[in-house]
Structures are given as structure tokens and as C-alpha cells.
């Protein structure tokens, strides 16, 4: 009788990953060889458990947790362009719905981080009056056009930054 | 006519400018990219989550592995070029934050089942399954990945090849020393249980 096979040779025996020659000779030797046949059948039994083996789910925690990191992400980068980013959003939607130009609004600079930390209520109240304004000017545009997609989406956005906002606050903007 | 119609010459200080409607035009897409996001996440969650637990055995980590993966993949979605299947390029992030986890945590994890010595398999009730499961964390890092991969989550050697940019000769051959490493250790388990 020829010499056994490895296991790795068996393996790939199993999963067809041999020229068809082999295959048929170690077809043959399977049949002879109970140490071959043996470890044939502990490969199969392996595969096929770890086959089986079901798809778990992670709990509903961490879909709110990924949310609320990356929605912190985005109010860092958001709190870094704010100074411009909800006067823009205003003002194009203005625009587009009234169809004319308008004054781009003052607003207050975007605090960093460092400036957050030394003036805290000052800040977060400048920034969130900037999101108010935003909120208040897409609801009048809403009411004007009340089925334009861009203008819901403008508004939607808004309001989504004054979540974040809060969120960010409450959690001290770590 | 609007101010701008009549003067059209000063539209640089009152005409709101490109970048301010790219500006808005990023607001929408930061909002279909959420609406977007959380597709990919119901699609790709439970395959992140067990894929993470197979890695790391269990599952509180895995839940921490699950929301780098999905932070990463929100962050990193405009760079998506498309050439791959996105479920092949979340597979990728996945293997690579595991690894990385457990390279910061600097020892290898043990399964849930936390024993897994000769003695305690022979007198185990678990299934195969389970005992493979905990087994598995123990297998070097290469041939786990394409054990997990293959065998449990029945991907193809070209999509493993893809993944851990290797070739699909590469991906085989790791495969069947995975298998003969788990039956050499899984020994005294098969032995007792007349498996096979």
C-alpha cells in the first residue's frame, strides 16, 4: 500500500483542490487505509461543524452606539466650518426658494476645542444660536415649498445638527 | 428682476458662490449617506459581528470591534471606489481591526469557552462546533483568518484572496493547514467523542 496522506493533502482532497489524477489515487488509497480514511472523516467532520456554526448578531446597543460616534465625528468636523456651514445652508436655501440673492448672515467664528473649554456656555450658546437661525430660516422656506426635496432635506439637517449639538454637550464634547 | 439680474457685476459679495451651494449640496449628501449607512449596517451587521466574535471569542469585544468597523466604514465611504463587492471591502476592515485589537491588547483571546486544555475537551459537552469555536482563537493568526473566512463564513478563495491580498494558492493552502492544525489539537476531543 502506498504512504498515508497529510492533512493538509487530505484537506485539499476533501475540497477538490487536487488534479484529478490524485484525486482518483487517493480515492484508492482512502478505500485501503483506515488511518486515511479516519482522518478523512475527523477534516469532514471539522469543516462541516464550522460550516454550521450560526451568524450571530450584535445587540441594538451598538447601532446606537455607532450612531452617536459618528455623529460626534461629523459635529467635530461640523464644529470646525460651523462659522460658515449653517449660514450657507440658509442661505441657499433662501435662494433657491426665493429665487433672488441674499446677505449672508453673521455668525458667530467656530470654537475650538480649547476655546470650548475655556468659555464654555458662551460658546455653546453662540453656536447653537447659529443652528437656531438655520432651523428658523428653512422652516419659513419649508412653508413656502413645503414639497421641495432640498429644502426638506436643509431642514432635516438642521434640526440633526441641533441634536448632535445637544449630544455633544451634554457628553462634555469629548 | 433680482439685484443680481441688475447688477450682475457685484455678485461676488451678495450671490451665494459655488462652494456655498457645494456646501449644501454636502448637507444632502451627508444625509443620503446616512440613510445609505444604515443599509450597509442592517446588511453587513451580523457578518462584522461573527467574524469579530470568531477572531476574539467574545462578545463584548466583538461589540466593540463591530462599532470601530462601522465608524471606519461611515468615515472612509467617500474613498469606497467600488471595485470590490462593499461586503468584501467591510470583510477587509473587519480582519484588520481585529487583528489590531488584539495586537493592542497584546495576548491572545480565549473563547468563551476560556479552557481549552486536552483534559477539559475530553470531558467537554460542548459540540464540535462550540469546541472549534474556542479552538480556533488559538490557530496563528494567518490560518485563522482564512479558517473564519472559509469555513465559517463561507466565503470564496477569490474573495479571501481580495480580502487578505494574497492569492487564492496562498488562501488554499492556508486553509488546509488550518484544518490539519484544528484536528491535530481538536485530537483528544474526536478521540473521546468516536468522531468521525
Redesign the interface.
Known amino acids: 500500500m502506498k504512504q498515508c496522506y497529510?492533512?493538509?493533502?487530505l484537506?485539499?482532497y476533501l475540497?477538490h483542490?487536487l488534479e484529478p489524477e490524485q484525486i482518483e489515487e487517493i480515492g484508492r488509497h482512502i478505500e485501503e487505509c483506515s488511518g486515511c480514511r479516519?482522518?478523512?472523516?475527523?477534516?469532514?467532520?471539522?469543516?462541516d461543524?464550522?460550516?454550521?456554526?450560526e451568524?450571530?448578531?450584535?445587540?441594538e446597543?451598538?447601532?446606537f452606539?455607532?450612531q452617536r460616534?459618528?455623529r460626534k465625528?461629523?459635529l467635530k468636523r461640523i464644529w470646525v466650518w460651523s462659522g460658515?456651514?449653517a449660514a450657507?445652508?440658509v442661505?441657499?436655501?433662501v435662494?433657491?426658494v426665493r429665487?433672488?440673492?441674499?446677505?449672508v448672515p453673521e455668525t458667530t467664528p467656530a470654537p475650538g476645542r480649547r476655546q470650548v473649554e475655556a468659555g464654555l456656555v458662551q460658546e455653546y450658546d453662540d453656536y447653537m444660536r447659529g443652528i437656531d437661525k438655520a432651523v428658523e430660516e428653512c422652516k419659513t422656506a419649508l412653508s413656502e415649498n413645503p414639497h421641495n426635496p432640498?429644502v426638506q432635506?436643509?431642514y432635516?439637517?438642521a434640526r440633526?445638527s441641533q441634536i448632535n449639538a445637544l449630544d455633544v454637550f451634554t457628553s462634555g464634547g469629548d | 428682476m433680482s439685484e443680481y439680474q441688475q447688477n450682475p457685476g457685484n455678485h461676488r459679495e451678495t450671490h451665494p458662490s459655488k462652494s456655498v451651494k457645494s456646501k449644501l449640496n454636502g448637507i444632502t449628501d451627508a444625509l443620503n449617506k446616512e440613510f445609505d449607512f444604515e443599509e450597509i449596517y442592517i446588511e453587513n451587521k451580523s457578518r462584522v459581528f461573527s467574524t469579530a466574535y470568531r477572531f476574539v471569542g467574545n462578545r463584548a469585544d466583538a461589540e466593540d470591534i463591530t462599532q470601530d468597523v462601522f465608524v471606519k466604514v461611515f468615515k472612509n465611504m467617500k474613498t469606497f471606489r467600488g471595485d470590490a463587492a462593499i461586503s468584501t471591502w467591510i470583510y477587509r476592515i473587519t480582519v484588520n481591526a481585529c487583528f489590531d485589537f488584539l495586537r493592542k491588547r497584546k495576548r491572545q483571546y480565549m473563547s468563551s469557552l476560556e479552557d481549552c486544555s486536552e483534559k477539559s475537551l475530553v470531558s467537554s459537552p460542548l459540540s464540535l462546533g462550540k469546541v472549534i469555536e474556542g479552538m480556533v482563537t488559538r490557530l496563528p493568526e494567518a490560518y485563522r483568518k482564512v479558517f473564519i473566512l472559509y469555513d465559517i463564513q463561507g466565503l470564496k478563495h477569490r474573495e479571501i484572496a481580495d480580502i487578505l491580498d494574497i492569492t487564492q494558492g496562498a488562501s488554499k493552502s492556508l486553509l488546509h493547514r488550518a484544518r490539519a492544525k484544528l484536528r491535530q489539537e481538536l485530537s483528544p476531543y474526536v478521540r473521546n467523542r468516536h468522531l468521525g
Open positions: 497529510s492533512d493538509e493533502i484537506s485539499a475540497d483542490d479516519s482522518a478523512l472523516e475527523q477534516i469532514t467532520a471539522i469543516r461543524a464550522a460550516s454550521s456554526l451568524q450571530l448578531e450584535p445587540c446597543k451598538t447601532w452606539e455607532i460616534r459618528v465625528g461629523r460658515v456651514g450657507a445652508a442661505v441657499l436655501v435662494f433657491l429665487g433672488r440673492p441674499v446677505q432640498r432635506r436643509a432635516l439637517e440633526s
